[in-house]
């Protein structure tokens, strides 16, 4: 699992390559705090390349579209996969973010 | 075999030609033992037979020499006074009394001139004698009768101008008595030869003398005299004064005898074997010097060897009984053992190569039963009960592609060949049976197969069937086959079209019939064995029998042992003729849903989670499952993992989870299974999913994913542990 942080005209973009599960989860906790430093603008979550998502990822997701209500800004969730939108969907986070 | 069998007797008869051999060399050298020990023996008996008679020969002719020395001594030592008295011949009467008075071997003696010597007394010879009485008598030879001057006594004497013993004579005088002479010539003081002085021994005491030898029980000696007369003999009845040409007729080899003849004759001493009469035997013989006497000793052989030669012969019979008892035991023996050994030899192999036989027989037909552990829709048992003798009997069934192929068969006759032929028809059904699904087609090539190859005219009776495992529908080709039972409601006779059985013809065409098995119908195949087999009043077991004990809710195995009890019992003591085989294919309907198993064993750590997605990947591989129903088992599978990992054990301890899945028809069933601490994740309240990001909570997601995803989740906590059993409906 891999992200590729990269700032631009006050937009984060955060792009996750590989599988997100419970250990990646873990892996990538501190690039997690990275993005959330951003919360206040604009962060892109960009899932192209994201071809599988569990719970502990979904609530990292979860925990940036927090802290961004808390400082104000805007979480976009960017080209998600069929199979992650359904998972998306059973757990509510279609309306949590915006998808595009 | 019959080639193995002559072989064997050549090697019995040969062993028993180098027995006969060795015994025959035994015996030789035992014999010629024996002969060399009796020609030794003879040898021996030869030379003391020789020395003995040498030596009796010695001591008799000295008690002979010491006899004629005291007679010759008497005479000359009265020659002086016999010369006296020729000047005074009155005295000479005196002188010779003298003699025979001093003398007592001498019995008689005279005096007698030689006529005309004395003018007075022209004839003068007065014989002075011992009577009977032990008086001397005395009596004038002067006569004409005599005629004195005439003798040999007073004849030699003169002529050879010495001694002279006469030759033995009887004298019929003074009663029968063999007598000699010993005379010397005279001469008077001038030299003038003028008488003869005697001095006559009776030979009685050389009778005697003669007659003590006794070396040998049957041995004779005898007396020869100068002229070949015979003087004395041991044997009184034999040859007194007989010339030795009269007892020539009774020699059979007369030139042996002659040189005994001229030996004695010439007064030589020697020996010579001859045949006199029926006697064989040796003559040893020796000269009595001076008197010009021979004597011999005959030793008929049988004196010498005779003991020797009962020994012998004793020993050789008794050498050729004990051979002849040798022989009769070895004999036996031998006889005996071949028997033993060919008979043994026979059996052991024949009961070999049917335990052989049998063995491959019965290595052949699939016998562990159950014989589908895993499959609920069938109940198959099968056995043969061989009969004494190994048979033809075969039976042999397989699943291939959900059907059941299987078959019973009888091989026409007994014993090995049967075995074998039994043994080729079933590797036969195996190998056709693999790539042909149609019983009659399975047929068609089992007979072509056997049709060539069989030239022995041995057929193979022989049902075929395929059963549907799926459906129950039953495809069936019988060759001249026992039809079988078929048990549905009813018992009754499967109906099929008889065809001939294999191996008689080839390119036959095989019929074959469909019938259709609902559940829990049966079928029962058995060989005529079973309907055929008698009791001791030859009665058969029977169709109705096997319907009757075909009655009744059984388990294969309980039917097929329960007949087989029922035959046993009916039979009794009769022995079993055939071999006795039966199957019988229980139908259960339709087979359940095949399922495989995967499991999956991790520790409690965060790291080994990432193992689940591979064991996914397997599970869907298996099941030919598509990436999105792939990915949201995973992620069910992961939360409810995950959940254990993180939570069921305390922090820093070790643990395992277990994840097990069964593959099935139409559903995947995954099942996690942990130690740790009781926890009923099914027991937690859903997760609001329509709450606002502000008052979503960060946990319960999981078991919201897991519910959502899976069909079923179940907990349970089973002896001290947590069991979450997810399932999922699949469809292909």
Known sequence: ?100 | MKHKEDSDKKISRRSAWVGVLMLILAAAMLEATTLIQFLFAQRALDEEASSRAETQLDATRNKIMDMIDQAESAVRNSEWIAQWTLTCLDSSERVCSRIVETNPVIYGSTIALIPGYSRERPLFSPYVYRSQADTLTTVSLATTEYDYPNQEWFVKPLELNQGYWSEPYVDTGGGEMLMTTYSIPIVDYTGKKAAVLTGDISLDWLSDLVSNINIYPNANTLMLSRTGRFMVSRNKEMLKGLSIEEVMAGIRDQEDFKKVEKGMNSGESGHQRITFRDIVGHVYYAPVERTGWSMCIIIPDDDIYGANRRTKNMVQIMQLLGLILLIAIVRSLIRSQNKNRTLNERKKRMESELHIASDIQMAMIPKAYPAFPERKDLDLYAAIYPAKEVGGDLYDFFIRDEKLYFCVGDVSGKGVPAALIMAVTRSAFRTVAAHVSSPSSILSNLNNGLAEMNDTDMFVTFFCGVLDLVNGNLSYSNAGHNPPMILTDAIRILESEPNLPLGVMKDMEFTEQQVRLNYDDALFLYTDGLTEAENINHEQFGLERVKAALHGHKSSEEHLKNIQKKVKSFVGDAPQSDDLTMMFIHFLGKPEPQVEKCQLIIHNKVEEIAQLAEFIDQIAEKKNLDLSLSTALNLALEEAVANVVLYAYPKDSDGIVEIGALLGEDNIEISITDSGTPFDPTAMPDADITLSAEDRKIGGLGIHLVRNIMDSVKYERIDGKNILTMTKKISE
């Not at chain 1, 599988?19 to 990538?28: G, M, N």
């Not at chain 1, 808390?70 to 069929?82: D, F, L, M, R, T």
């Not at chain 1, 199979?83 to 998306?88: H, K």
């Open chain 1, 1 to 100: 699992m891999e992200v590729k942080i990269t700032k631009n005209n006050n937009v984060l973009n955060a792009e996750f390559i590989g599988r997100l599960d419970t250990p990646a989860s873990l892996e990538i906790a501190k690039d997690i705090e990275l993005v959330k430093k951003e919360a206040s603008g604009t962060i892109v979550l960009d899932c192209a390349e994201l071809s599988y998502i569990s719970s502990s990822g979904l609530r990292l997701f979860l925990s940036i579209r927090k802290a961004a209500a808390e400082k104000g800004g805007k979480v976009i969730v960017k080209s998600i996969s069929n199979d992650i939108r359904s998972v998306f969907m059973m757990t509510g986070f279609l309306n949590l973010f915006e998808i595009q």
